[in-house]
């Protein structure tokens, strides 16, 4: 039988031509399902606007309650000061989880209980803290971090009545949401249904960047008490610019108040901050939120200084009050604090002296070098 040769015949693979001037093919999104036109359309302009969004580069801006972080906590002395004696003892038992025990004496103060205990347990994801005061006093605290971008936030607080003080609760729930350019939150305290309404207190802000420098947004609180009266609003809009070393923050309130800060740093171990506070509540029909009728304005300088082992902050306002805060470390876990402050419109002087003590055992100290300290959503 004779064999028939069969001759291979080439295969031609087409081939596309590219037009250079055609802009590239993302691969790494998959195209979009066929849909209808109308939803097609609101797709494509969304995502092309997320994409014109993240080539600006915008950085999340905070919060509006801390907008002015850096002057107000960092620099001043509003949250630090304090008269009297005062002797801490805090120990720590593991960096992962954070457990952490303090007890705290005081005397000769009016502001500070005797004796105060304080316990705190966090992870990556939960803060559960918890303070108890020798006068009664109960504060408590449960924050959560349900997704990286979504927190939810609690507090308790409960005090006696006793004396002049007429006591009471308040309870504060709070749900930030962080995105990659904006921050966004919501917070209500002490909310109701028993009153035949909604009642208490609401609050939410909203800040986005709008360059990498700038950022703006809204608060509004709305509020109702009980008893049957009518509820009460208002609203403020505030700014924050980023400089190379300085930020200028402004919130302006439109029932009547300005506030303005300035924080600048001159070296790399001193900051200084200025703070201006304008109220003229009650000028163009102000309702009760902001109280009657006046005209006042403050303004606070202050300055901070970081030495080697030492932190030395000092302020003083144009209402005549003058303060200074010095926080050495005499030893690793021994630190001083001395707190003094002069009110000179009201010939008033007062003076605080604290030691703290961080008492930490062998394995804790072993920890440090081996494993990372839990962040949690404070």
């Not at 992962?96 to 105060?116: D, E, K, R």
């Not at 439109?254 to 924080?263: K, N, R």
């Not at 300088?301 to 805060?325: M, N, P, T």
């Amino acid at each position: 039988m004779a064999t028939i040769g069969l001759e291979k015949q080439p295969v031609v693979v087409p081939v596309a031509i590219v037009d250079p001037s055609l802009p590239p093919l993302d691969v790494t999104r998959p195209p979009p399902p066929p849909t209808n036109a109308i939803f097609d359309v609101v797709l494509n302009t969304y995502r092309s606007f997320q994409d014109r969004r993240d080539a600006l580069g915008l950085r999340n801006p905070g919060t509006i309650d801390q907008i002015a972080k850096e002057v107000q906590r960092d620099v001043f002395l509003t949250n630090q000061m304090f008269s009297g004696l005062r002797a801490e003892l805090n120990k720590s038992f593991s960096l992962n989880p954070i457990f952490q025990v303090s007890h705290a004496f005081a005397m000769g103060s009016q502001m500070l209980s005797p004796y105060t205990f304080l316990a705190l347990y966090g992870t990556d994801n939960i803060l559960l803290q918890g303070q108890v005061d020798s006068d009664a006093s109960f504060n408590a605290r449960f924050n959560i971090r349900l997704h990286p971008r979504f927190n939810f936030k609690s507090s308790v607080q409960i005090q006696p009545s006793s004396g002049m003080n007429p006591g009471g609760a308040q309870v504060s729930l709070e749900q930030d949401y962080v995105g990659n350019d904006f921050t966004a939150q919501l917070k209500s305290i002490n909310p109701s249904l028993l009153e035949g309404g909604l009642t208490g207190m609401f609050v939410g802000s909203y800040l986005q960047s709008v360059t990498p420098r700038l950022s703006l947004g809204l608060e509004g609180v709305w509020q109702k008490p009980g008893g049957g009266m009518g509820p009460e609003a208002a609203l403020s809009y505030a700014a924050r610019y980023k400089g190379d070393d300085w930020i200028a923050s402004a919130q302006l309130l439109t029932q009547g108040g300005l506030q303005g800060s300035y924080w600048r740093r001159l070296t790399d171990k001193v900051e200084t901050g200025v703070d201006v506070n304008l109220q003229f509540a009650g000028l163009s029909g102000a309702n009760a939120m902001m109280g009657g009728a006046r005209k006042e304005g403050t303004a606070t300088l202050g300055a901070k200084y970081e030495f080697s082992r030492s932190i030395f902050r000092a302020q003083v306002d144009s209402q005549g009050k003058i303060g200074c805060l010095l926080d050495k470390v005499i030893a690793p876990p021994v630190r001083v604090t001395f707190a003094g402050e002069m009110d000179h419109a009201k010939n008033q002087a007062k003076l605080g002296l604290a030691v703290s003590i961080e008492a930490s055992g062998e394995e804790l100290m072993e920890q440090q070098d081996s494993v990372k300290p839990a962040t949690p959503p404070f």
